[in-house]
């Protein structure tokens, strides 16, 4: 039996659990186990029919006895010990008064509710399986059968696939057990991109500084729009998707609503090719939270929700009994994450992803288990120069350097470091993880790995930017202001600014964070058991670029790829994750007459010699040591005197120096080498 307050992991495809006969066997063993294995993309459009208890039992076979399955039976048991943990204390704490938690809580949702800004309408559009869409504009008759892009894990289905439980983010031979006539097509990011570039320039049109939250996926603010062109926002979103399937040839799904956390969950509602609003007033949303599943809400992933659905939290309405709970049993950021989700508030600004400061750059590889002492040497120094291209693209240097492995056994350890300077270089990148790298040998004997990376956090720009004589930053021009209405401001948000405006930061942002690396390492993780399998059932595959097999169908013929080419594709797509770079031309991010110096035109970081010299120079603003170098030196006066550091000074009379004036959000995490929830 499973512990008291842990629900059945498996649900009804709207979320809800299903009644069962007898609680004693409502969670037989492994249920869930086999629950875990249906992965993170469980509540994708299009699979509304298909038994995913049928799915769970392929899964879970297929896999059984690999590395994968055992590290996910491990982290399964792991997570099961934590919850019954979490309802020890809840038992605990009903049996005191929580009076005053409930009173503080009550108190909170008083003040959110005044934040509340139903003035803006914030749209969510979403391509519609957008590498699958891509492709079938090549090959018009994949339209009429199952279809998915990716030959390891799948990154896309089109709709016919998903019919047969096939989804993103699925092993591709466990796809192919549930559907065997699926055609699998390898990717192809440089098409992609293009097509991307077609449905920004219309989005563009509607919104200048729109937010790109993914190749496929954007936040606008249409408030401006919709009253210049005097248009409802149902008409302004309906015109966008006509454009956009005119211009590029795919469709696009739309939610509309007064903030993006809503949008985000509305653009679900009619896939594919829909639109859905919820109209901007409080009992709407309401209502609209009220029957939702957690699931469903970005940032709330496998882990959360089943730590949620132990206590008792099923949908965002049940947030509310539990109040006197959640800041004891998951924290204060949850708690305030939480509350926000039960009122349905999130985000109203949009601004572009470029502007949205960069916490970390960083680039992984995944491969092969491998031992070698010179093999994986050459890897990190490989890995250091291909950081040194990100950070040089970037226009960045960091701080921290963050060593990360993964064992064999899909066990991950970090280290980090924090050089006398901040580092770009290839050889500096090398020099100072390699140290880390050999402690690291010496604690784990024999050590096997089959993932390394390196990243760079507390950042330091080396754009350069348009200063004044003090270094702070001029104003940007006026055509570089958003055209959204300016939102009411709330007494709630921690806000972060500088002299080209404010925007909101929401405790949302780490748990989305957090979402995000989990279904990435669950990617990973899945990387490997295919070729797990694939090394199982063709040991050649790796060793001879002849297909033994030939296949006279040009579509399968180019699906086929090596194992090799799976690992290096996974690799882009991770440096494109931890850098952040739009994988189009930034200056689709700015209006078209904008005068803004946020382009690629700058120079990138030049490279230093080597090793910090022993002879330093004190920084007069921080009074912190910096290497003796004119270059790098003015750079770190200028970091200093820039943004928030001068205005915070001044208004606590202190002037510039000592330790205060390198606390803000900007500059204090540097100094302490403590890396941040949600940094990646």
């Excluded at 690799?571 to 689709?588: F, G, H, V």
Aim: charged share 30%; hydrophobic share 35%; net charge neutral.
């Amino acid at each position: 039996m499973i512990a008291d307050g842990v629900a059945e992991p498996f649900k009804n495809n709207d979320g809800t659990h299903p009644p069962t006969a007898n609680a004693e066997v409502a969670v037989a063993e492994h249920d869930t186990l086999k629950y875990r294995l249906l992965g993170p993309s469980l509540t994708q459009p299009g699979q509304d029919t298909v038994d995913q208890r049928k799915v769970s039992e392929i899964i879970y076979n297929a896999s059984k006895g690999s590395k994968f399955f055992n590290n996910e039976e491990s982290r399964d048991k792991n997570l099961t010990q934590k919850i019954e943990k979490i309802l020890a204390r809840k038992r605990q704490l009903e049996r005191i008064d929580l009076t005053s938690d409930l009173r503080r809580a009550d108190e909170y949702i008083a003040e959110l509710e005044l934040s509340r800004d139903l003035s803006q309408t914030v749209v969510h559009v979403d391509c519609d399986a957008f590498y699958a869409a891509v492709e079938e504009l090549d090959h018009p008759e994949l339209k009429l059968v199952p279809m998915a892009v990716g030959k390891g894990v799948l990154t896309t289905c089109n709709y016919h696939a998903r019919k047969f439980g096939c989804r993103s983010g699925m092993a591709g031979f466990v796809a192919m057990k549930l559907c065997p006539q699926l055609i699998c097509l390898p990717l192809n990011f440089e098409k992609y991109t293009k097509k991307a570039q077609e449905v920004r320039e219309v989005l563009a049109q509607y919104d200048a500084r729109f937010q790109s939250a993914s190749m496929d996926e954007a936040y606008l603010n249409i408030t401006q729009y919709c009253a210049d062109e005097d248009l409802s926002p149902d008409e302004a979103v309906s015109q966008l998707r006509a454009q956009v399937f005119e211009r590029a040839k795919i469709t696009i799904s739309a939610g509309v609503a007064a903030n993006a956390r809503i949008a985000k969950i509305a653009s679900n509602r009619n896939k594919p090719n829909g639109q859905f609003r919820v109209a901007s007033d409080r009992a709407t949303i309401m209502a609209f939270m009220r029957d939702l599943p957690t699931r469903k809400v970005n940032g709330i992933g496998r882990v959360f929700e089943r730590e949620l659905d132990a206590i008792g939290v099923k949908t965002c309405g049940d947030i509310y009994p539990h109040r006197g709970f959640l800041s004891k049993l998951f924290g204060e950021k949850a708690f305030h994450f939480l509350m926000q989700v039960y009122l349905g508030l999130g985000h109203t600004s949009v601004r572009p992803a470029e502007e949205h400061e960069r916490k970390s750059v960083g680039t992984e590889s995944t491969f092969r288990d491998m031992s070698g002492k010179e093999e994986l040497r050459a890897k990190l120094r490989w890995i250091a120069e291909e950081l040194e291209k990100d950070l040089a693209r970037t226009q960045h240097k960091g701080r921290t350097l963050v060593l990360k492995i993964k064992l064999h056994t899909y066990e991950v350890l970090t280290r980090q470091v924090i050089p006398p300077k901040a580092v770009s270089t290839a050889e500096d990148l090398y020099n100072y993880a390699l140290p880390m790298f050999q402690k690291l040998e010496r604690e784990i004997p024999g050590m096997k790995l089959r993932l390394m990376g390196l990243r760079c956090t507390h950042l330091v720009s080396t754009k350069k930017e348009d200063v004044d004589f003090f270094g702070l930053k001029r104003p940007l021009s006026s055509t570089s202001t958003s055209t959204s209405a300016p939102t009411k401001p709330s007494p709630l948000q921690r806000t972060t600014t500088d002299d080209s405006g404010e925007w909101q930061a929401w405790p949302e942002d780490e748990f989305e964070a957090a979402a995000r690396e989990e279904r990435q390492q669950e990617f990973e993780q899945l990387e490997k058991l295919s070729q797990e399998h694939d090394s199982a059932t063709s040991p050649r595959a790796t060793t001879t670029t002849n297909d033994p097999n030939p296949n006279p169908n040009p579509i399968s013929q180019s699906a086929t790829r090596s194992q090799q080419k799976a690992s290096e594709e996974a690799d882009r797509r991770r440096r494109l994750r931890e850098t952040s770079i739009p994988a189009y031309p930034k200056k689709a991010y700015l209006p078209r007459n904008s005068t803004s110096t946020i382009t690629s035109g700058s120079s990138p970081p030049s490279k230093a010699t080597g090793p910090a010299a022993a002879q330093v120079w004190h920084c007069p603003i921080c009074n912190r040591p910096q290497t003796a170098s004119d270059r790098d030196f003015n750079e770190h006066v200028d970091f200093c005197l820039s943004r928030q550091t001068i205005r915070e000074a001044v208004e606590r009379g202190e002037g510039g120096g000592g330790e205060k004036g390198a606390t803000d959000e900007t500059t204090g995490a540097w100094f302490t080498g403590v890396d941040r929830a949600g940094s990646a």
